[in-house]
């Protein structure tokens, strides 16, 4: 609840760190929200807080607005989450919208971050805001889902998702038909339209590892049941150049500055 009568001797961090730095208080903003700025050794990144005289506000040497640039997040999201199916069709990875799921991306905060995370980047609340996600998964799949404040990313992914190749591994149960794994690959329709040559090749004795472009919701699962198999989960480990790699289920870790999909 905001003190309708503050301590006048209390005042705006962000007006102190102007004063401090004779800069303007937008300047002193982004210095504090950058988490470049502390209260009595303490990082304080929101710009409203309230010190009192006697406090030691100190800006840091290597602050930098240059380094206030937009971050890239990659989120290793688990089944019963959804993850940007509001999106239009056209960007969506496969499967159907579900209702009531919750968001994937109440898991993007400091406690689901990767703590082997080699980028380096300091974790700081600003990361977490105005984020759009380009790259849909289904409820009830797990992998790779990626979350952007960065405009550029953002437009590629959603400009070029269609020709992005991604990579799932999906589980199965069933008996193949004979030459199924060929039909996988080539042979299929799908809505009624002939599909494009696949890559698709068995790991394991229970899961088929799928490489496409384009792909529609509900593809592999109606690729599958043609040949006799039934999903029984779906996995995206890679979107265009960028793997998920070892980022355990519910973590995320930044994109890293020479990463491109």
């Known amino acids: 609840m905001t003190d309708k009568h503050p301590d006048p001797t209390h005042i705006r961090l962000a007006k102190r760190v102007a004063e401090q730095l004779n800069c303007s208080r937008s300047t ?3 210095f504090i929200e950058g988490g470049f700025v502390t209260v009595d050794g303490r990082v304080e990144e929101a710009p409203g807080a309230r010190v009192r005289p006697d406090q030691t506000v100190a800006v840091a040497q290597d602050a930098s607005l240059l380094a ?8 290793h999201k688990p089944p019963g989450f959804e993850a940007g199916l509001g999106q239009p069709t056209g960007a969506a990875a496969h499967g159907s919208r579900s209702q009531g799921s919750p968001q994937a991306a109440t898991l993007l905060g400091a406690a689901s971050h990767l703590p082997e995370d080699a980028s380096g980047i300091r974790v700081l609340q600003r990361h977490f805001n105005q984020l759009e996600c380009f790259t849909p998964l289904p409820t009830e799949a797990s992998g790779l889902v990626v979350y952007t404040q960065d405009k550029r990313i953002a437009r590629k992914l959603a400009e ?16 193949i038909a004979p030459n199924g794994l060929q039909r996988l690959c080539h042979g299929l329709s799908f809505n009624g339209r002939p599909l494009p040559p696949i890559k698709v090749s068995w790991q394991s004795e229970t899961k088929l590892r ?52």
């Open 28 to 30: 002193a903003e982004q």
């Open 68 to 75: 206030l640039t937009p971050v890239t997040l990659l989120l």
């Open 160 to 175: 070029d998702i269609e020709s992005l190749e991604q990579e799932c591994i999906v589980e199965v149960k069933g008996e």
């Open 210 to 261: 799928f490489a496409l472009k384009g792909i529609r919701p509900g593809q592999i699962p109606a690729m599958c049941e043609a040949v006799g198999l039934a999903v029984v989960g779906l996995k995206r480990i890679r979107i265009g150049r960028v793997p998920l790699a070892k980022v355990p289920e519910g973590q995320w870790r930044y994109l890293q500055p020479w990463e491109k999909f």
